[in-house]
């Protein structure tokens, strides 16, 4: 992490969320919020990463581990948060790919696993908090998307969908409750150097040839603290009339 960017004051006295905290987007995110003076709720159902990313930390990361697609994990880390009396941000970052597998190729199994980490995780955590968000009037969510969310020939089908369905959860979210002070909005990144390709690798050669063409084009592969800067930003203040926001992350892997 580059430190020379951090503003340790940003969230100071916020208390945030963060899930998939255990590697990648997740972790990186976590440190900085953690950085920048927010009490963070690290969440994962990965333990030995977690454990790695408090003794990293030291103080103002509170590790809780589970599978965020079950009620009782939302629960305890939303309940583990209010400890410090509110929640102020989330951060739904955890997530898996789909081994490229097209719709011909799927089974339940997999269509089932992937809806459920990628899109169902974050709806149950964003619908756990907003009442409170609510109450006291304010609140920011960020969402990791994908530029998967934004085209369909770079992965496969279960991926594709639930990273659009993020991106609708978002627009949705953003929309209900702009009046009520919580904001909500997304960040699409391209190719980040995380262990996401453990379930990324082909299962399908078939598929993965017809992906290439646009996968070819993805350009360098970001750090993912250049995608939890981003998302740092996003849930400060500095970024009140940002709502909605659609915001790719990808060294203009979507422009071309």
């Known amino acids: 992490m580059d430190n020379r960017h951090i503003d340790p004051t940003r969230h100071e006295g916020k208390v945030a969320i963060v899930t998939g905290a255990g590697s990648g987007i997740g972790r990186a995110t976590a440190l900085r919020l953690v950085l920048e003076g927010a009490t963070v709720i690290a969440c994962d159902v990965n333990e030995e990463g977690l454990r790695e990313v408090t003794a990293e930390a030291g103080q103002g990361l509170e590790p809780v581990a589970g599978d965020l697609t079950q009620?009782?994990?939302?629960?305890?880390?939303?309940?583990?948060?209010?400890?410090?009396?509110?929640?102020?941000?989330?951060?739904?970052?955890?997530?898996?790919?789909?081994?490229?597998?097209?719709?011909?190729?799927?089974?339940?199994?997999?269509?089932?696993?992937?809806?459920?980490?990628?899109?169902?995780?974050?709806?149950?955590?964003?619908?756990?908090?907003?009442?409170?968000?609510?109450?006291?009037?304010?609140?920011?969510?960020?969402?990791?998307?994908?530029?998967?969310?934004?085209?369909?020939?770079?992965?496969?089908?279960?991926?594709?969908?639930?990273?659009h369905g993020v991106i609708g959860l978002t627009r949705s979210t953003a929309w209900t409750y702009r009046n009520a002070g919580i904001r909500c909005n997304a960040v699409c990144p391209g190719g980040v150097e995380t262990n996401i390709g453990t379930t990324a690798a082909p299962r399908s050669p078939w598929a993965f040839e017809q992906y290439q063409p646009a996968l070819a084009?993805?350009?360098?592969?970001?750090?993912?603290?250049e995608i939890a800067a981003l998302v740092s930003w996003l849930a400060s203040d500095e970024a009140s009339n940002v709502n909605g926001a659609i915001i790719t992350a990808d060294n203009g892997w979507t422009a071309g």
């Open 71 to 163: 009620q009782a994990a939302v629960d305890a880390a939303v309940a583990q948060a209010n400890k410090h009396g509110h929640v102020d941000i989330v951060a739904n970052i955890a997530g898996i790919m789909d081994s490229f597998v097209p719709v011909h190729e799927l089974d339940d199994a997999l269509w089932r696993r992937v809806l459920s980490v990628n899109l169902d995780a974050p709806m149950m955590l964003t619908r756990a908090v907003v009442p409170g968000m609510m109450e006291r009037g304010r609140g920011a969510i960020v969402n990791i998307a994908s530029v998967g969310g934004l085209k369909g020939g770079i992965s496969g089908v279960a991926y594709g969908v639930s990273k």
């Open 217 to 225: 084009t993805a350009g360098r592969m970001a750090e993912p603290d």
